[in-house]
């Protein structure tokens, strides 16, 4: 696969965040049409921090899922250079919680700056932030140094151009690699007219790349209009909420489609993805604009699930399909669930196995199996590097061997459990043996067998001392 560098934010037309509108078939479908950046919703740092990563293996997709089984976030590998997570957030150390989460599976964080509803703004999130520059920086430099991904922000603008100016300055020294700035006042509405002169004023202000918001009203009607508004502005970039959420085709360089193909096509992606009914819903409601009370908008508003809501749109067939396809891939990952079945999660070889000490004698373990197979294969001694999550604090363990990766998509309680699990993957990936008693004899459980007998303790003596941790030869790297 061709490596793909850090997601740059300079000449670029990016899909806005949107609440309830911005879910992952909105964003491919920004992203079909051209769109080059797609934001997903704002999502609250403290619930995202309590939410679990899990591999959906029926939709293909990697999920948050919140402890009520709720999916906060669902993203996909064909978004995975492209996706920007927006958070709600008003503390530094919750907000890298949530960005390390999440860092492996999206293109770069943003920090929203600009939303002015009460349930942001009373946590001090949102607009509140931006009379708060000192937590803002405080935020954004924690973030910054500790994620590998770039970060951004997006603010709205301040009472003066100077007031503007200084902040945005002050946040271009936080180490940030771009800037959104929605050209409207805190109080003012949608309906206002976007100050682009404040816009020009902050992207002649700073040297990294501005994206320039707020055009959708008046501006932004096709998509020629994005390059008018971008040069009105002086930025570099411009982000579409409304006019893409009307019409998401704007993003492409081909004539609007008519807005009954873009609703088709974006409740196939609702369906494909199991989209949150509620949500597909308010989505389709958006683009019907003023039909919604036509006899189409009124099946859209009183359908409950996307089953009615695909019959409002004569899809009843492609949801059929779909239903039936998803099952025989639930019944089939059913009848082959071993655990030792590799899946691919990203460049990750990953397989659900458990480090369990019984099932080896003692002072022999997996990752001691590795690095001696390691040294034999004249390989680079493998590397582990662990994470631990915060809602249970449990670890989970990548080893590098040969330039591949390996990881239990099991978490373990200990740091030396998950660094052996990773381990295991990676012996049973190979086929090389791992030191399990009962496992065909090695060299190397011969020659440790023999230690133990001469220092009193036999196989089934250390058996039953199956607390006993790590051999103390291991070379820990990580
Ligand atoms: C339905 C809806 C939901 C929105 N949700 C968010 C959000 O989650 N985060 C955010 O930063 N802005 C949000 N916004 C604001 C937009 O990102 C954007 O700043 C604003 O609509 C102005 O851009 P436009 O003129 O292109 O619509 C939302 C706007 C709409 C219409």
């Known amino acids: 696969m061709m490596a793909v560098g850090r997601l740059t934010f300079s000449n670029i037309t990016a899909l806005a965040p949107m609440v309830r509108v911005g879910t992952l078939p909105m964003r491919l479908l920004a992203l079909?049409?051209?769109?080059?950046?797609?934001?997903?919703?704002?999502?609250?740092?403290?619930?995202?921090?309590?939410?679990?990563?899990?591999?959906?293996?029926?939709?293909?997709?990697?999920?948050?899922?919140?402890?009520?089984?709720?999916?906060?976030?669902?993203?996909?590998?064909?978004?995975?250079?492209?996706?920007?997570?927006?958070?709600g957030t008003a503390d530094p150390d919750r907000a890298l919680t949530v960005a390390q989460l999440v860092e492996k599976d999206v293109a770069a964080i943003d920090v929203n700056m600009g939303c002015p509803k009460e349930y942001s703004t009373k946590g001090g999130m949102g607009v509140a932030l931006l009379s708060d520059p000192d937590r803002i920086e405080a935020i954004l430099k924690k973030l910054v140094t500790g994620v590998?991904?770039?970060?951004?922000?997006?603010?709205?603008?301040?009472?003066?151009?100077?007031?503007?100016?200084?902040l945005v300055q002050k946040i271009e020294k936080t180490g940030v690699a771009a800037i959104a700035v929605h050209g409207r006042f805190k109080e003012e509405r949608p309906r206002h007219p976007v100050h682009c002169d404040y816009i020009q004023a902050v992207a002649q202000a700073v040297s990294i790349p501005v994206i320039a918001n707020g055009g959708s009203s008046d501006l932004v009607k096709t998509n020629a209009d994005i390059d008018e508004f971008r040069k009105l502005t002086g930025a570099s970039s411009v982000m579409l909420a409304r006019a893409a959420m009307w019409n998401a085709s704007i993003f492409s360089k081909q004539e609007l489609l008519p807005v009954e193909k873009v609703m088709e096509e974006y409740l196939k992606y609702a369906i494909r993805y199991d989209n949150n009914a509620f949500n597909t819903k308010y989505c389709l409601c958006q683009m019907l604009r003023d039909k919604v009370e036509s006899p189409l908008g009124k099946q859209v508003q009183a359908a409950q699930t996307n089953a009615e809501i695909s019959e409002a749109y004569g899809l009843q067939e492609f949801y059929q399909h779909t239903q039936e396809q998803q099952q025989a891939k639930r019944d089939s990952l059913q009848t082959s669930s071993q655990p030792d079945r590799p899946i691919m999660d990203g460049d990750v070889t990953t397989m659900a196995v458990k480090f369990e000490r019984r099932e080896y004698p003692p002072q022999i373990t997996p990752k001691m199996f590795l690095l001696e197979w390691s040294r034999k294969e004249k390989l680079e001694q493998p590397l582990y590097e662990t994470v631990q999550r915060s809602q249970d604090r449990a670890f989970q363990?990548?080893?590098?061997?040969?330039?591949?990766?390996?990881?239990?998509?099991?978490?373990?309680?200990?740091?030396?459990?998950?660094?052996?699990?990773?381990?295991?993957?990676?012996?049973?990936?190979?086929?090389?043996?791992?030191g399990r008693i009962g496992e065909e004899d090695s060299g190397l459980v011969c020659k440790r067998k023999r230690e133990g007998k001469m220092n009193g303790t036999t196989e089934e003596g250390g058996s039953k001392k199956r607390h006993v941790v790590d051999v103390p030869q291991e070379t820990e790297t990580s």
């Open 148 to 166: 590998s991904i770039p970060v951004t922000c997006k603010i709205r603008i301040l009472p003066t151009m100077e007031e503007t100016v200084n």
């Open 32 to 87: 079909d049409y051209g769109a080059d950046v797609v934001y997903c919703e704002e999502l609250i740092d403290i619930k995202m921090a309590q939410c679990q990563r899990v591999l959906n293996e029926v939709l293909e997709t990697v999920d948050f899922v919140a402890p009520d089984d709720r999916v906060m976030f669902r993203t996909c590998e064909r978004e995975r250079d492209r996706v920007v997570f927006q958070m």
């Open 397 to 434: 363990s990548t080893v590098t061997v040969a330039e591949k990766k390996y990881r239990s998509s099991l978490w373990e309680k200990s740091k030396k459990f998950a660094e052996q699990a990773a381990a295991i993957v990676c012996l049973r990936f190979l086929g090389i043996p791992e």
